[in-house]
């Protein structure tokens, strides 16, 4: 959905981070005037380069970017979840180079876990006894799940927007971040990143109070923007003024108020009330402003 709402957008100049086997290149590919992609596995980018022969692709780290010049790209995707194999701070990092490398109002898409869905993430002894062949599979890798998520449970952390945790995927061998996507949202702000939508995996746009707890992961479209002064009334929940102090309410669909106000620079901003999609209002909370960079 977003790659076809968006198609104008990558016909320009567009860098794919991690691209894998190309299962997203081909489709730029025909599209883009450039494409050039980055994957830390060798032999995929080898692949790439027979498959996709008018692109350019490169064997790097989506950590390092500094070979690509400020301004490069008119798009920038990292899919399939490729930043939450990050830690947090190397996150941020990432958030802030992508934005460097598009030009102004350039289109960031990526996806990313759904810190609303950890509560559905089951152990690594679970069993999907409804189906016999799968409730067999599970047993038989049983172990070994066991054993991966007993060496990387000391590396899980739980904060109250992100959590870094050790999942199923690849039988317990990995560990991802899970984030909640309005927090989500401020933190592209402190990277310079207007947030045009999230999605869940039904292609439904999020409103804020929603979290969509059955989706595991979210699609997420930011824009740059505030380059050079540019734009500045664009930035999410700018701050206009060392001291001013500005208030805005949003109406949602079903009538509910939320109400916002903006403290002057270094105040961060503080959201008064937030009801969920359970009728249930959750605890206010206070965030940095977007310019001290989540710290």
Known sequence: MLLVRYREHFRGRVLELGCGAGRLTGYLYDLAEEVHGVDVSSAMVAHCRVAFPRATFDVGDVRDLSGFASGSFDAVLAPFNLIDVL??????????????LLVHSG????????????????????????DPLRAAADIVRMPRRWRNHRRLRPYERTEREWAVLNDTAHDFSALHYYVAWEFEQHRLAGA??????CLDLDARRLVPGEDAPRCPELHYVARSACRNGQCEDERVRSVRSPTATAATTTVRSDGERVRFEQRGRGGGS????LPSTSGRSREPRRWPAPTERCR
């Open 87 to 100: 830690a947090d701070s190397e996150r941020r990092q990432v958030l802030e180079e992508m934005e460097r």
């Open 107 to 130: 289109l960031l898409v990526f996806s990313s876990h759904n810190l609303a869905f950890t509560l559905r993430i089951v152990g690594p002894t679970h069993v999907r006894w409804r």
């Open 192 to 197: 310079g990143l207007t947030l045009l939508e």
């Open 270 to 273: 503080e959201r008064l009330r």
